[in-house]
């Protein structure tokens, strides 16, 4: 870690937080190559998230704006920041974009284009296999709402080009978070111990094999409100039933269900199916976040 005396040379007002961050992860990719090891990186991005904008300190902006990075249709370029000014009192001369969760969005896929580019820079690409996903979903729409799926319906992007996949592009299934570890162990040829209790599926064999479904339902919760989809139907936080055999355009339009008669067969048997499946983690009431003290 550097001493204060570096970071203050080092880093200052036109320093952004999250090439810092890749940077570093960069430079780790680059030392265990050049020492013929295979790594692992975890990284959690702080762009999506909420911030203080310290250049506007009175906006109230959530999500402050990035250096400004364009896409030419096969590369990016960056406008290195050049801010002046101090004390709150700061002028960004062009160099930083608007704020907005757009811009975040769009500075974070420069930066998966970052890892792309050093992946093929290292020769390892065909060698190296890149997941991005989120944890919930954005806030002031998803983030911790108990409203059909605003909450937990996130990207989720396996990048293998060195894999033989047997599926490509978007695909009808639905999949957890959860499934994350037994997908890495299965990559990693790893087992995990039969009394580890997990809750995830591996992907791995839907994608590699010419298997055609993945899992039957997906589970999430927020303290005491719970939600449980399956392919036909789901329960939302609300206790609301909801259509999701199709996709809306807008991912969100769901046709809520008031009568069940109207429904299919194939609905109300699914619905009894999840039903069964809720009690076994609907134990808020007795193993509920243990008590701070």
Do not use: C
Request: net charge negative; aromatic share 10%; hydrophobic share 30%.
């Amino acid at each position: 870690m550097a001493k204060h005396s570096e970071s203050i040379a080092n880093f200052g007002v036109n320093s952004y937080g999250p090439d810092i961050e890749l940077d570093f992860i960069l430079q780790f990719m680059e030392r265990q190559h050049k020492q013929s090891n295979p790594f692992f990186v975890y990284h959690t991005t702080h762009l999506g998230h909420d911030g203080f904008d310290y250049l506007h300190p009175e906006s109230g902006n959530k999500w402050p704006g990035t250096p400004i990075v364009n896409w030419d249709g096969e590369k990016y370029t960056r406008i290195t920041p050049n801010i002046t000014g101090s004390n709150g009192k700061y002028n960004t001369n062009g160099t930083v974009s608007e704020p907005g969760m757009h811009s975040h969005v769009k500075y974070l896929d420069y930066q998966i284009w970052q890892y792309l580019e050093k992946l093929k820079a290292l020769g390892i690409e065909n060698d190296t296999i890149l997941i991005i996903t989120a944890d919930n979903g954005t806030s002031g729409y998803g983030k911790a709402s108990p409203v059909k799926q605003r909450g937990t319906h996130v990207p989720l992007v396996i990048y293998a080009p060195g894999v033989e996949m047997t599926k490509q592009g978007k695909q009808p299934i639905i999949a957890s978070i959860a499934d994350i570890l037994p997908t890495l162990a299965d990559i990693m040829g790893q087992s995990i111990p039969a009394d580890y209790e997990i809750h995830g599926e591996s992907l791995w064999p839907y994608l590699t094999t010419q298997t055609q479904k993945h899992r039957d339902w997906i589970y999430a919760y927020r303290g005491k409100q719970t939600l449980i989809r399956g392919h036909k139907v789901m329960k939302d936080g609300q206790n609301n039933w909801w259509d999701v055999s199709q996709t809306p355009a807008d991912l969100d339009s769901f046709p809520k269900i008031t009568n069940w008669q109207t429904m299919s067969a194939e609905h109300r048997a699914e619905k009894q199916k999840l039903q069964a499946v809720i009690p076994r983690f609907d134990n808020y009431q007795t193993q509920h976040d243990p008590l701070v003290k």
